[in-house]
């Protein structure tokens, strides 16, 4: 796929607004710490290690991705970063507090929407407040601000069946920043969409995200949508699921898909294939049919 | 056809788009297929009872010709409904001894009554007093026999649903219910009458409870399944925003269930009605199994008849009425509610490129 003739600057290379963003991303405090994190199946002929000493922190206002192929323990981790799931070794900290469940301070947007189909897309967005007892005048202001944002006021009085698949998810979004979390989880959530809704939803996402106050971990498996929405990407390797490297992405802000071809966005999607395909620069043709 | 000239609706394509390998039918052929449902097995009841010689298998007797002819077959009377080789063996002997023969007309047996007698029944049914004072008229018996059913199902359903859901929400109370109610399931209800007459006399509590005894358990385990059915990762997405234990159960699982356990309901309503015929005749026979009941002692088989398209009638109409009822009751399911019909419209308005952008 790389032509190893074009000259690429180094994905490490950053340039100076670059360097100066992560500088001062340095200075915020950590909103989630992951410490030395193990995962474990048991009950199979031999236990099944899905995460193994997993540690990085995610800073507030951070956008940061998991990627890794498939089976590297993606989802185990957002799933335990959420409290779905127990680790088996390790901790999960939210403002340095441990986690021993799942709750409002971490919201979370799924792959497959898991809209309640009896709410109206207003009481969707209305749930986590209600769920808190907030009083509803109060809620309704802000749920029909955040439907707003990702641009639904229209459709606030429609059920979720009536909606299509990018429009269910800006919806999904919207409940769970409606909730107010310290950390927003997405877990491959645009994997269901088709490429061009995909497209205007990372697009979208980006929006929100550098309108409102919240620090995003975000799993995909998709190169491009790492780069193009993350501030830094946590790549993880397969059996055992362990961190390979964290790369600062160094294409500045604010993003645009024209960006999509520039040198450092290419450099540092060539940097993903390596560590993810195990792809060395100068390696054999037939690289191409090694990975899954 | 040729190749060029395409006709738009080519020979046999109706017919291949009523059998479309689960293919919806359009909405005219979906009307008209269910008169079929319905229109066919009476066209069928009309032809055995109205055109000779399909069935017909017996000769009502008018005219029993010389009686004093001997025979084995001499016991051909007037008035006589006897099979047709005995009348044809009567009229033998009768033709051997040069006598007067016998007339009569081919019938049906009386356990098969034409259409008319039947839609007749239907209503002097309801008009003609019971032949023993004291008996329930077809009405008191049909409002009898609702009475039984509604108040066995409500005991049934006020205690089967909250049980089921309680099973299918925490896997503790699923294994603590569940193994004895899947035991007494197989047991029939009927097996349970003479108990109940002797616990509860032999008024309609014995009734309502046999009806409560058939449908109660298996509701449990329908229900606790129905429960369990509702999407996990809605429970997870309503974990992260917050829920508390019991909002989850309150909040995710029952309005999760609903439309699934109200669908539920109106199949074991059929059952409660299969459970009625057996719970009428325990005890003091009551309702419309008693009026069925009564009216085959006296032969009287177009009321019978009548009794039972009454039940399919009954049945069918409350089916329906659920059905309606559930389009308002779960507006999700349908999109049905009157704001989002102003809404589809207001949609239909809107030029398409605004609709391009969501």
Aim: with cysteine.
């Amino acid at each position: 796929m790389f032509d190893d003739s074009i000259q690429l600057p180094s994905y490490l290379d950053h340039p100076p607004e670059v360097a100066e963003y992560f500088q001062e991303i340095e200075k915020r405090r950590v909103v989630l710490g992951i410490e030395h994190l193990g995962r474990v199946f048991e009950g199979g002929e031999t236990p099944v290690v899905a995460l193994s000493d997993v540690n990085f922190q995610v800073r507030q206002r951070e956008f940061i991705s998991v990627i890794g192929p498939s089976g590297c323990g993606k989802s185990t981790l957002i799933r335990i970063v959420a409290g779905l799931e127990e680790p088996s070794s390790g901790v999960v900290a939210v403002d340095g507090i441990p986690v021993t469940g799942p709750g409002a301070d971490r919201g979370m947007v799924f792959q497959n929407y898991t809209l309640f189909p009896w709410l109206t897309v207003r009481k969707n967005v209305l749930f986590g407040p209600r769920m808190k007892g907030i009083r509803a005048d109060k809620a309704d202001k802000a749920a029909d601000e955040w439907l707003k944002l990702v641009g639904l006021s229209d459709f606030a009085e429609l059920y979720p069946a009536q909606l299509s698949g990018g429009m269910k998810q800006r919806v999904a979004i919207a409940r769970a920043l409606a909730n107010d979390p310290r950390i927003l989880l997405m877990d491959e959530p645009f994997g269901a969409l088709d490429a061009q809704t995909r497209c205007s939803m990372q697009a979208h996402l980006l929006r929100i995200w550098s309108a409102a106050d919240v620090t995003v971990l975000f799993i995909t498996h998709d190169l491009e949508e790492a780069i193009y929405l993350s501030d830094r990407i946590v790549v993880l390797g397969a059996r055992p699921g362990r961190i390979l490297e964290i790369i600062d992405v160094p294409v500045p802000r604010p993003r645009s898909q024209e960006q999509f071809l520039s040198a450092h966005f290419l450099a540092t999607k060539k940097r993903l294939e390596e560590l993810i395909h195990g792809r060395n620069p100068g390696a054999d043709a037939d690289g191409e049919l090694l990975h899954d | 056809m040729s190749m060029t000239t395409p006709s738009r609706v080519a020979p046999g394509e109706p017919l291949a788009r009523l059998l479309g390998v689960r293919k919806p039918l359009d909405p005219r052929a979906r009307f008209w297929v269910g008169v079929l449902a319905f229109a066919l097995p009476f066209i069928a009841w009309c032809l055995v009872s109205y055109v000779p010689f399909i069935w017909h298998p017996q000769v009502l007797v008018s005219n029993a010709g010389d009686t004093n002819v001997p025979g084995e077959y001499s016991y051909v009377a007037s008035g006589d409904t006897v099979d047709f080789d005995v009348f044809v063996m009567r009229n033998r002997e009768l033709s051997a001894a040069h006598a007067k023969l016998a007339e009569g007309k081919r019938v049906n047996p009386i356990y098969l009554q034409a259409p008319h007698e039947v839609a007749r029944a239907m209503y002097t049914a309801f008009t003609t007093a019971p032949e023993r004072t004291g008996d329930a008229w077809l009405h008191e018996s049909l409002l009898q026999s609702c009475k039984v059913i509604f108040w066995g199902f409500l005991w049934s359903a006020l205690f089967g649903v909250p049980l089921g859901v309680l099973c299918g929400t925490f896997p503790f109370f699923a294994r603590l219910f569940e193994p004895f109610v899947d035991f007494v399931r197989y047991m029939p209800a009927p097996v349970f009458g003479a108990l109940m007459v002797t616990m509860f006399g032999l008024a309609d509590e014995p009734k309502i409870a046999i009806i409560f005894i058939g449908t109660f358990f298996q509701m449990v385990l329908i229900v606790s399944n129905t429960t369990r059915s509702v999407d996990a990762s809605l429970l997870h997405a309503a974990q992260t925003l917050g829920a508390s234990k019991l909002q989850l159960v309150w909040h995710v699982v029952v309005p999760g269930a609903l439309p699934g356990l109200y669908r539920d309901m109106r199949i074991l309503i059929g059952w409660a009605w299969t459970y009625l015929v057996v719970a009428e005749l325990i005890g003091e026979k009551s309702g419309l199994s008693a009026f069925i009941y009564q009216q085959q002692r006296y032969r009287h088989f177009d009321n019978v008849y009548a009794a039972i398209v009454i039940i399919g009638v009954v049945g069918l109409a409350v089916d329906q009425v659920l059905a309606v009822l559930a389009r308002y009751l779960f507006p999700w399911e349908t999109g049905q509610t009157k704001l989002v019909r102003v809404m589809r419209a207001m949609r239909r308005a809107l030029p398409q490129r605004a609709l391009a952008r969501t």
